[in-house]
């Protein structure tokens, strides 16, 4: 399978702790990419009520929650790799 990304729409606004607005978002669906470049949604809801007044028409597509931990482990390995390139020197040459 090809890539995936999450189908997000602007449902609202809300505020945030430091009394700033912010957007809120409800996954609508799916979007994959297939290997030939292909890509097909899949909606599996609609914004309804009031947040189907609120709604644009925009779908935003974002990393899936499982890419993003992908993208930090990927981040973590290269770090740890980097680590063990790193000479330290021996404890005994440490002055205090």
Known sequence: MGITKDAMVKVGTYLNRQGETKNQYKRVGRLVIKD???????????PAGEA???????????DTEEEKQNQRNRGMDTVKE????????????IPF
């Open 36 to 46: 030939n470049g292909e890509a097909s949604l899949k909606i599996e809801m609609l």
């Open 82 to 93: 980097a680590l063990k390139e790193t000479e330290l020197p021996p404890s005994d040459d």
């Open 52 to 62: 189907a007044m609120n709604w644009d028409g925009w779908v935003n597509f974002w």
